[in-house]
Protein backbone atom coordinates (compact mmCIF):
# COMPACT_ATOMS: atom_id res chain seq x y z
CA UNK A 1 0.00 0.00 0.00
CA UNK A 2 2.31 2.46 0.91
CA UNK A 3 4.48 1.82 -2.18
CA UNK A 4 1.88 2.79 -4.12
CA UNK A 5 1.14 6.33 -2.33
CA UNK A 6 5.06 7.21 -2.68
CA UNK A 7 5.41 9.77 -5.11
CA UNK A 8 6.50 7.88 -8.40
CA UNK A 9 8.20 10.30 -10.62
CA UNK A 10 6.39 11.07 -13.41
CA UNK A 11 7.48 9.55 -16.94
CA UNK A 12 10.26 11.09 -18.84
CA UNK A 13 8.86 12.75 -22.24
CA UNK A 14 10.94 14.01 -25.32
CA UNK A 15 10.57 17.71 -25.42
CA UNK A 16 8.34 17.44 -28.64
CA UNK A 17 7.57 15.71 -31.97
CA UNK A 18 10.84 16.78 -33.66
CA UNK A 19 13.00 15.09 -30.72
CA UNK A 20 11.03 11.79 -30.86
CA UNK A 21 11.42 12.04 -34.22
CA UNK A 22 14.78 12.68 -35.02
CA UNK A 23 15.43 9.84 -31.94
CA UNK A 24 13.48 7.31 -33.93
CA UNK A 25 15.46 7.84 -36.87
CA UNK A 26 18.63 7.55 -34.84
CA UNK A 27 17.56 3.74 -34.22
CA UNK A 28 16.96 3.32 -37.57
CA UNK A 29 19.51 4.64 -39.48
CA UNK A 30 22.35 2.56 -38.45
CA UNK A 31 24.82 0.04 -39.51
CA UNK A 32 22.40 -2.11 -41.22
CA UNK A 33 21.69 0.87 -43.83
CA UNK A 34 24.96 1.89 -44.45
CA UNK A 35 26.67 -1.86 -44.75
CA UNK A 36 23.63 -4.25 -45.33
CA UNK A 37 21.18 -2.46 -47.34
CA UNK A 38 23.39 -1.92 -50.86
CA UNK A 39 24.50 -5.44 -51.22
CA UNK A 40 21.32 -6.78 -50.06
CA UNK A 41 19.50 -5.33 -52.78
CA UNK A 42 22.27 -5.28 -55.49
CA UNK A 43 22.10 -9.39 -54.83
CA UNK A 44 18.68 -9.51 -54.97
CA UNK A 45 17.21 -8.29 -58.15
CA UNK A 46 19.16 -4.95 -57.86
CA UNK A 47 16.79 -2.47 -59.56
CA UNK A 48 14.10 -4.74 -59.11
CA UNK A 49 14.60 -5.05 -55.36
CA UNK A 50 12.75 -1.96 -54.89
CA UNK A 51 9.62 -3.84 -55.60
CA UNK A 52 9.61 -6.44 -52.91
CA UNK A 53 11.52 -3.87 -50.60
CA UNK A 54 8.40 -1.14 -51.02
CA UNK A 55 5.95 -3.48 -50.72
CA UNK A 56 7.38 -4.99 -47.44
CA UNK A 57 7.61 -1.78 -45.98
CA UNK A 58 3.87 -0.82 -46.85
CA UNK A 59 2.35 -4.16 -45.86
CA UNK A 60 4.92 -5.09 -42.93
CA UNK A 61 7.23 -2.45 -42.33
CA UNK A 62 5.23 0.70 -41.31
CA UNK A 63 2.10 -1.79 -39.86
CA UNK A 64 4.11 -3.00 -37.06
CA UNK A 65 6.00 0.04 -36.26
CA UNK A 66 3.03 1.58 -36.03
CA UNK A 67 1.53 -1.16 -33.76
CA UNK A 68 4.58 -0.48 -31.57
CA UNK A 69 4.15 2.94 -31.31
CA UNK A 70 1.06 2.33 -30.36
CA UNK A 71 1.36 -0.67 -27.83
CA UNK A 72 3.87 2.03 -25.80
CA UNK A 73 2.07 5.09 -26.21
CA UNK A 74 -1.59 3.42 -25.03
CA UNK A 75 0.09 1.38 -22.29
CA UNK A 76 2.92 3.75 -21.57
CA UNK A 77 5.95 1.91 -20.20
CA UNK A 78 8.81 0.23 -21.20
CA UNK A 79 8.67 -3.34 -23.35
CA UNK A 80 7.96 -5.61 -20.60
CA UNK A 81 5.56 -3.13 -18.82
CA UNK A 82 3.88 -2.27 -21.65
CA UNK A 83 3.07 -6.03 -23.23
CA UNK A 84 1.99 -6.77 -19.76
CA UNK A 85 -0.63 -4.15 -19.22
CA UNK A 86 -1.53 -5.18 -23.16
CA UNK A 87 -1.34 -8.90 -22.59
CA UNK A 88 -0.52 -10.29 -19.03
CA UNK A 89 2.12 -12.42 -17.91
CA UNK A 90 2.56 -14.08 -21.56
CA UNK A 91 2.84 -10.05 -22.59
CA UNK A 92 6.06 -9.11 -20.06
CA UNK A 93 7.88 -12.45 -21.11
CA UNK A 94 7.79 -11.45 -24.71
CA UNK A 95 9.10 -7.91 -23.64
CA UNK A 96 11.77 -9.48 -21.47
CA UNK A 97 13.07 -11.76 -24.08
CA UNK A 98 13.05 -8.47 -26.65
CA UNK A 99 15.48 -6.89 -23.63
CA UNK A 100 17.49 -9.59 -23.68
CA UNK A 101 18.04 -9.49 -27.51
CA UNK A 102 19.13 -5.68 -26.66
CA UNK A 103 21.74 -7.08 -24.40
CA UNK A 104 22.99 -9.65 -27.00
CA UNK A 105 22.91 -6.93 -29.71
CA UNK A 106 24.30 -4.02 -26.96
CA UNK A 107 27.53 -6.34 -26.51
CA UNK A 108 28.76 -6.61 -30.20
CA UNK A 109 27.42 -3.26 -31.53
CA UNK A 110 29.37 -1.44 -29.29
CA UNK A 111 32.33 -3.36 -31.23
CA UNK A 112 31.88 -3.02 -34.63
CA UNK A 113 31.24 0.75 -33.55
CA UNK A 114 34.64 0.36 -32.08
CA UNK A 115 36.27 -0.65 -35.27
CA UNK A 116 34.70 2.47 -37.17
CA UNK A 117 36.79 4.88 -34.49
CA UNK A 118 39.73 3.07 -35.32
CA UNK A 119 39.39 2.89 -38.63
CA UNK A 120 38.33 6.44 -38.44
CA UNK A 121 41.52 7.53 -36.83
CA UNK A 122 43.66 5.58 -39.50
CA UNK A 123 42.10 7.03 -42.25
CA UNK A 124 44.14 9.95 -42.03
CA UNK A 125 47.64 7.95 -42.60
CA UNK A 126 45.92 4.99 -44.26
CA UNK A 127 47.39 3.33 -41.56
CA UNK A 128 46.33 -0.12 -43.51
CA UNK A 129 48.65 -0.02 -46.10
CA UNK A 130 48.31 -2.21 -49.52
CA UNK A 131 46.81 -5.41 -47.76
CA UNK A 132 43.74 -3.88 -45.96
CA UNK A 133 42.47 -7.29 -45.69
CA UNK A 134 46.03 -8.54 -44.24
CA UNK A 135 46.07 -5.79 -42.03
CA UNK A 136 42.41 -6.02 -40.91
CA UNK A 137 42.69 -9.66 -39.82
CA UNK A 138 46.35 -9.45 -38.97
CA UNK A 139 47.38 -6.69 -37.83
CA UNK A 140 44.10 -5.33 -35.93
CA UNK A 141 41.93 -7.85 -34.89
CA UNK A 142 45.27 -10.28 -34.53
CA UNK A 143 42.81 -13.35 -35.59
CA UNK A 144 45.18 -14.47 -38.15
CA UNK A 145 47.72 -16.63 -36.30
CA UNK A 146 46.03 -18.00 -32.72
CA UNK A 147 41.79 -17.31 -32.99
CA UNK A 148 41.80 -19.00 -29.22
CA UNK A 149 44.30 -16.61 -27.27
CA UNK A 150 43.28 -14.13 -24.76
CA UNK A 151 44.78 -11.08 -25.55
CA UNK A 152 43.75 -7.59 -25.59
CA UNK A 153 43.90 -5.69 -28.09
CA UNK A 154 44.64 -2.31 -27.78
CA UNK A 155 43.45 -0.83 -30.82
CA UNK A 156 40.00 -2.61 -30.17
CA UNK A 157 39.54 -2.09 -26.51
CA UNK A 158 40.39 1.55 -26.24
CA UNK A 159 38.05 2.89 -28.35
CA UNK A 160 35.46 0.11 -26.98
CA UNK A 161 35.73 1.54 -23.71
CA UNK A 162 35.29 4.75 -24.89
CA UNK A 163 32.44 3.73 -26.76
CA UNK A 164 30.37 2.89 -23.97
CA UNK A 165 31.33 5.52 -21.65
CA UNK A 166 30.02 7.85 -24.23
CA UNK A 167 26.64 5.42 -24.66
CA UNK A 168 26.63 5.29 -20.38
CA UNK A 169 26.78 9.02 -20.17
CA UNK A 170 24.39 9.52 -22.22
CA UNK A 171 21.67 7.42 -21.33
CA UNK A 172 22.85 8.57 -17.88
CA UNK A 173 21.56 11.94 -18.59
CA UNK A 174 18.17 11.13 -19.41
CA UNK A 175 15.70 10.89 -22.27
CA UNK A 176 15.72 14.90 -22.91
CA UNK A 177 19.83 15.61 -21.61
CA UNK A 178 21.22 12.92 -22.96
CA UNK A 179 19.35 10.57 -25.79
CA UNK A 180 17.45 13.39 -27.40
CA UNK A 181 20.57 15.51 -27.64
CA UNK A 182 22.84 13.59 -28.75
CA UNK A 183 20.42 12.50 -31.48
CA UNK A 184 19.50 16.72 -31.99
CA UNK A 185 22.89 16.87 -32.52
CA UNK A 186 24.42 13.79 -34.28
CA UNK A 187 21.43 13.07 -36.79
CA UNK A 188 21.56 16.08 -38.89
CA UNK A 189 25.55 15.55 -38.73
CA UNK A 190 25.60 12.40 -39.75
CA UNK A 191 23.04 13.30 -43.02
CA UNK A 192 25.31 15.92 -43.99
CA UNK A 193 28.40 14.56 -43.26
CA UNK A 194 26.82 11.61 -45.44
CA UNK A 195 25.54 13.92 -48.55
CA UNK A 196 28.82 15.21 -48.72
CA UNK A 197 30.39 11.82 -49.22
CA UNK A 198 27.82 10.31 -51.73
CA UNK A 199 28.33 13.33 -53.47
CA UNK A 200 31.96 13.06 -54.28
CA UNK A 201 31.41 9.78 -54.66
CA UNK A 202 29.03 10.31 -57.73
CA UNK A 203 32.31 12.10 -59.74
CA UNK A 204 34.51 9.67 -59.41
CA UNK A 205 35.43 7.58 -62.26
CA UNK A 206 33.58 4.85 -63.02
CA UNK A 207 30.67 5.92 -60.58
CA UNK A 208 28.04 5.63 -63.10
CA UNK A 209 28.85 1.99 -64.16
CA UNK A 210 28.91 1.05 -60.34
CA UNK A 211 24.74 2.69 -60.16
CA UNK A 212 23.92 0.69 -63.55
CA UNK A 213 25.19 -2.34 -61.49
CA UNK A 214 22.83 -1.53 -58.73
CA UNK A 215 19.89 -0.38 -60.22
CA UNK A 216 19.74 -2.50 -63.44
CA UNK A 217 16.26 -4.33 -62.92
CA UNK A 218 16.62 -8.18 -63.15
CA UNK A 219 13.15 -8.89 -62.53
CA UNK A 220 13.46 -12.91 -62.48
CA UNK A 221 14.60 -12.21 -59.16
CA UNK A 222 10.69 -11.49 -58.29
CA UNK A 223 10.04 -14.95 -58.99
CA UNK A 224 12.71 -16.10 -56.28
CA UNK A 225 10.83 -16.28 -52.79
CA UNK A 226 14.31 -15.91 -51.02
CA UNK A 227 14.38 -12.42 -52.40
CA UNK A 228 11.14 -11.46 -51.03
CA UNK A 229 12.27 -13.05 -47.63
CA UNK A 230 15.75 -10.91 -47.74
CA UNK A 231 13.10 -7.56 -48.63
CA UNK A 232 11.47 -8.51 -45.65
CA UNK A 233 13.85 -9.02 -43.32
CA UNK A 234 15.54 -6.17 -44.41
CA UNK A 235 12.79 -4.02 -43.82
CA UNK A 236 12.54 -5.37 -40.42
CA UNK A 237 16.02 -4.83 -39.11
CA UNK A 238 16.40 -1.66 -41.02
CA UNK A 239 13.23 -0.05 -38.71
CA UNK A 240 14.49 -1.51 -35.78
CA UNK A 241 10.83 -2.93 -35.25
CA UNK A 242 9.85 -5.93 -32.96
CA UNK A 243 13.27 -5.28 -30.37
CA UNK A 244 10.67 -3.40 -28.00
CA UNK A 245 12.58 -0.36 -29.07
CA UNK A 246 9.99 1.67 -30.68
CA UNK A 247 7.93 0.36 -28.03
CA UNK A 248 9.83 2.30 -25.18
CA UNK A 249 10.90 5.55 -27.39
CA UNK A 250 6.89 6.00 -27.32
CA UNK A 251 5.89 5.68 -24.16
CA UNK A 252 8.11 8.80 -23.62
CA UNK A 253 5.56 10.77 -25.66
CA UNK A 254 3.01 13.24 -24.55
CA UNK A 255 -0.23 11.68 -23.89
CA UNK A 256 -1.54 13.47 -26.49
CA UNK A 257 0.42 13.00 -29.80
CA UNK A 258 0.57 12.21 -33.16
CA UNK A 259 1.69 8.90 -33.59
CA UNK A 260 1.17 7.91 -37.06
CA UNK A 261 2.56 10.88 -39.25
CA UNK A 262 5.67 10.89 -37.44
CA UNK A 263 5.52 7.08 -38.02
CA UNK A 264 5.50 7.69 -41.65
CA UNK A 265 7.98 10.10 -41.42
CA UNK A 266 10.63 7.75 -39.56
CA UNK A 267 10.25 4.94 -42.00
CA UNK A 268 10.34 7.20 -45.11
CA UNK A 269 13.24 9.35 -43.74
CA UNK A 270 15.21 5.71 -43.06
CA UNK A 271 14.25 4.29 -46.34
CA UNK A 272 15.83 7.41 -48.39
CA UNK A 273 18.73 7.21 -46.06
CA UNK A 274 18.80 3.56 -46.82
CA UNK A 275 18.51 4.53 -50.86
CA UNK A 276 21.22 7.36 -50.67
CA UNK A 277 23.58 4.57 -48.98
CA UNK A 278 23.01 2.22 -52.40
CA UNK A 279 23.79 4.83 -54.11
CA UNK A 280 27.07 6.02 -52.46
CA UNK A 281 28.81 2.74 -51.74
CA UNK A 282 27.71 1.51 -55.54
CA UNK A 283 29.39 4.85 -57.27
CA UNK A 284 32.60 4.06 -54.88
CA UNK A 285 32.42 0.54 -55.97
CA UNK A 286 32.34 1.44 -59.76
CA UNK A 287 35.06 3.59 -59.36
CA UNK A 288 37.13 0.35 -57.52
CA UNK A 289 36.27 -1.71 -60.38
CA UNK A 290 37.06 0.29 -62.84
CA UNK A 291 40.54 1.26 -61.01
CA UNK A 292 41.19 -2.89 -60.88
CA UNK A 293 39.66 -3.16 -64.77
CA UNK A 294 37.19 -5.62 -63.49
CA UNK A 295 33.56 -5.73 -63.06
CA UNK A 296 31.50 -5.23 -59.60
CA UNK A 297 31.03 -8.82 -59.38
CA UNK A 298 34.61 -9.59 -59.15
CA UNK A 299 35.03 -7.43 -56.01
CA UNK A 300 35.72 -9.68 -52.77
CA UNK A 301 32.95 -8.61 -50.59
CA UNK A 302 30.16 -6.04 -51.17
CA UNK A 303 28.55 -6.01 -47.47
CA UNK A 304 28.92 -6.01 -44.10
CA UNK A 305 32.50 -6.23 -42.36
CA UNK A 306 34.14 -7.00 -45.19
CA UNK A 307 32.60 -4.32 -46.87
CA UNK A 308 34.09 -1.87 -44.40
CA UNK A 309 37.08 -3.06 -43.14
CA UNK A 310 38.35 -4.94 -46.07
CA UNK A 311 37.02 -3.12 -49.54
CA UNK A 312 36.43 0.17 -48.61
CA UNK A 313 40.16 0.98 -46.76
CA UNK A 314 41.30 -0.45 -50.43
CA UNK A 315 39.20 1.90 -52.34
CA UNK A 316 40.08 4.81 -50.10
CA UNK A 317 43.82 3.82 -50.55
CA UNK A 318 43.47 4.50 -54.22
CA UNK A 319 41.27 7.86 -53.99
CA UNK A 320 42.87 10.80 -54.69
CA UNK A 321 41.91 13.06 -51.13
CA UNK A 322 41.29 9.38 -50.27
CA UNK A 323 41.90 9.96 -46.16
CA UNK A 324 38.89 12.20 -46.03
CA UNK A 325 36.71 10.43 -48.04
CA UNK A 326 37.75 7.00 -45.29
CA UNK A 327 37.13 9.43 -41.84
CA UNK A 328 33.65 11.02 -43.58
CA UNK A 329 32.68 7.07 -44.21
CA UNK A 330 33.92 5.62 -40.74
CA UNK A 331 32.30 8.57 -38.96
CA UNK A 332 29.34 7.84 -40.51
CA UNK A 333 29.30 4.81 -39.66
CA UNK A 334 30.37 5.28 -35.65
CA UNK A 335 27.63 7.93 -36.09
CA UNK A 336 24.83 6.33 -37.30
CA UNK A 337 25.88 3.32 -35.12
CA UNK A 338 26.25 5.01 -31.74
CA UNK A 339 22.59 6.78 -32.06
CA UNK A 340 20.84 2.97 -32.75
CA UNK A 341 23.00 1.85 -29.52
CA UNK A 342 21.36 4.13 -27.43
CA UNK A 343 18.19 2.93 -28.49
CA UNK A 344 18.93 -0.82 -27.76
CA UNK A 345 20.51 0.10 -24.40
CA UNK A 346 17.47 2.57 -23.19
CA UNK A 347 15.37 -0.33 -24.14
CA UNK A 348 17.36 -2.33 -20.99
CA UNK A 349 17.86 1.19 -19.10
CA UNK A 350 13.75 1.57 -19.17
CA UNK A 351 12.96 -2.20 -18.51
CA UNK A 352 15.24 -2.67 -15.31
CA UNK A 353 13.70 1.34 -13.90
CA UNK A 354 10.62 0.12 -14.69
CA UNK A 355 10.53 -2.76 -12.98
CA UNK A 356 12.47 -2.44 -10.14
CA UNK A 357 12.54 1.28 -9.35
CA UNK A 358 16.14 1.56 -10.25
CA UNK A 359 17.11 5.78 -10.89
CA UNK A 360 18.23 6.34 -14.38
CA UNK A 361 21.98 6.50 -13.27
CA UNK A 362 21.68 3.27 -11.19
CA UNK A 363 20.16 1.28 -14.14
CA UNK A 364 22.38 2.90 -17.02
CA UNK A 365 25.72 2.42 -15.00
CA UNK A 366 24.92 -0.31 -13.50
CA UNK A 367 23.44 -2.55 -15.95
CA UNK A 368 25.21 -0.86 -18.81
CA UNK A 369 28.84 -0.98 -16.77
CA UNK A 370 28.07 -4.78 -16.37
CA UNK A 371 27.65 -4.68 -20.10
CA UNK A 372 30.66 -3.22 -21.21
CA UNK A 373 32.84 -6.05 -19.01
CA UNK A 374 31.27 -8.79 -21.13
CA UNK A 375 31.17 -7.01 -23.97
CA UNK A 376 35.09 -6.25 -23.03
CA UNK A 377 36.17 -9.75 -22.22
CA UNK A 378 34.28 -11.02 -25.28
CA UNK A 379 35.34 -8.93 -27.82
CA UNK A 380 38.55 -6.81 -26.70
CA UNK A 381 40.34 -10.21 -27.42
CA UNK A 382 40.86 -11.84 -30.47
CA UNK A 383 38.78 -14.81 -30.15
CA UNK A 384 35.84 -12.87 -30.83
CA UNK A 385 34.89 -12.76 -34.58
CA UNK A 386 33.15 -15.92 -35.25
CA UNK A 387 31.08 -14.94 -31.35
CA UNK A 388 30.15 -11.68 -32.85
CA UNK A 389 28.42 -13.84 -36.26
CA UNK A 390 27.00 -16.44 -34.32
CA UNK A 391 25.29 -13.76 -32.04
CA UNK A 392 24.13 -11.77 -34.77
CA UNK A 393 22.60 -14.57 -37.06
CA UNK A 394 20.39 -15.85 -34.19
CA UNK A 395 19.44 -12.23 -31.93
CA UNK A 396 18.63 -10.55 -35.69
CA UNK A 397 17.29 -12.80 -37.73
CA UNK A 398 15.98 -15.55 -35.70
CA UNK A 399 15.44 -14.00 -32.65
CA UNK A 400 13.17 -10.46 -33.57
CA UNK A 401 10.84 -12.25 -36.20
CA UNK A 402 9.82 -14.42 -33.41
CA UNK A 403 9.50 -11.89 -31.38
CA UNK A 404 7.45 -10.41 -33.82
CA UNK A 405 5.33 -13.11 -34.10
CA UNK A 406 4.64 -13.72 -30.63
CA UNK A 407 3.43 -10.21 -30.11
CA UNK A 408 1.26 -9.95 -33.19
CA UNK A 409 -0.38 -13.49 -31.46
CA UNK A 410 -0.83 -12.60 -28.26
CA UNK A 411 -2.05 -8.93 -28.38
CA UNK A 412 -4.36 -9.31 -31.79
CA UNK A 413 -5.18 -12.92 -31.52
CA UNK A 414 -5.43 -13.44 -27.69
CA UNK A 415 -6.12 -10.12 -26.03
CA UNK A 416 -7.97 -8.90 -29.19
CA UNK A 417 -6.59 -5.48 -28.63
CA UNK A 418 -6.31 -4.34 -32.43
CA UNK A 419 -9.39 -2.55 -32.69
CA UNK A 420 -8.76 -0.54 -29.14
CA UNK A 421 -5.22 0.09 -30.93
CA UNK A 422 -6.31 1.39 -33.76
CA UNK A 423 -8.62 3.78 -32.24
CA UNK A 424 -6.02 5.19 -29.64
CA UNK A 425 -3.54 6.06 -32.76
CA UNK A 426 -6.98 7.36 -34.89
CA UNK A 427 -7.91 9.27 -31.91
CA UNK A 428 -5.00 11.58 -31.73
CA UNK A 429 -3.19 11.25 -35.59
CA UNK A 430 -3.64 12.98 -39.13
CA UNK A 431 -3.66 9.71 -40.66
CA UNK A 432 -5.81 7.36 -39.93
CA UNK A 433 -5.15 3.76 -39.17
CA UNK A 434 -8.35 1.24 -40.04
CA UNK A 435 -8.97 -2.19 -40.65
CA UNK A 436 -6.79 -2.10 -43.73
CA UNK A 437 -4.05 -2.02 -40.73
CA UNK A 438 -5.50 -4.57 -38.11
CA UNK A 439 -5.48 -7.00 -41.60
CA UNK A 440 -1.96 -6.78 -42.00
CA UNK A 441 -0.66 -6.54 -38.69
CA UNK A 442 -2.58 -9.49 -37.56
CA UNK A 443 -2.85 -11.53 -40.93
CA UNK A 444 -0.50 -11.20 -43.66
CA UNK A 445 2.30 -10.21 -41.41
CA UNK A 446 2.20 -13.33 -39.04
CA UNK A 447 2.37 -14.88 -42.07
CA UNK A 448 5.01 -13.55 -44.37
CA UNK A 449 6.79 -14.13 -40.52
CA UNK A 450 6.47 -17.46 -39.99
CA UNK A 451 7.60 -18.10 -43.46
CA UNK A 452 11.01 -16.08 -43.01
CA UNK A 453 11.62 -17.74 -39.59
CA UNK A 454 11.59 -21.44 -41.16
CA UNK A 455 13.58 -20.73 -43.67
CA UNK A 456 15.92 -18.70 -41.50
CA UNK A 457 16.09 -21.88 -38.99
CA UNK A 458 16.70 -23.92 -41.32
CA UNK A 459 19.43 -21.88 -43.26
CA UNK A 460 21.50 -21.69 -40.08
CA UNK A 461 20.98 -25.43 -38.77
CA UNK A 462 21.98 -26.41 -42.41
N1 LIG B 1 18.02 -0.35 -37.45
C1 LIG B 1 19.42 -0.42 -37.31
C2 LIG B 1 20.12 -0.47 -38.63
O1 LIG B 1 19.54 -0.36 -39.67
C3 LIG B 1 19.91 -1.61 -36.61
C4 LIG B 1 19.35 -1.85 -35.31
C5 LIG B 1 18.72 -3.00 -35.06
C6 LIG B 1 19.46 -0.92 -34.34
C7 LIG B 1 18.22 -3.25 -33.87
C8 LIG B 1 18.95 -1.18 -33.14
C9 LIG B 1 18.34 -2.36 -32.91
O2 LIG B 1 21.31 -0.64 -38.66
Given amino acids: RTSATQAVPAREQWTGQVGFILAAIGSAVGLGNIWRFPGVAYENGGGAFLIPYLVALLTAGIPILLLDYAIGHRFRGSAPLALRRAAGRVGEGIGWFQVMICMFIAVYYTVVLAWAISYFVYSFDLRWGDDPTGFFVGDFLRAADEPFTLEFVPAVLIPLLLMWVVALVVLGAGVVRGVQRANVVFIPLLVIGFLVLVVRALFLPGAVEGLNAFFTPDFSALADPGVWIAAYSQIFFS ?74 PAIVAEMPGGAWFGA ?81 VVVMWVRRAGAELSGHVSALSTFKVGRTWRLLVALLAPVVLGYILIAKIVELIA
Fill in 239 to 312: LSIAFGIMITYASYRRRRSNLSTPGLVVAFGNSSFELLAGIGVFATLGFFAFQQGVGIDDLESLTGVGLSFMTF
Fill in 328 to 408: LFFGALALAGLTSLLSILEVIVSAVRDKFGLTRAQAAYGLGGALAVVSVLLFGTTSGLTALDTIDNWANNVGIVASAIATI
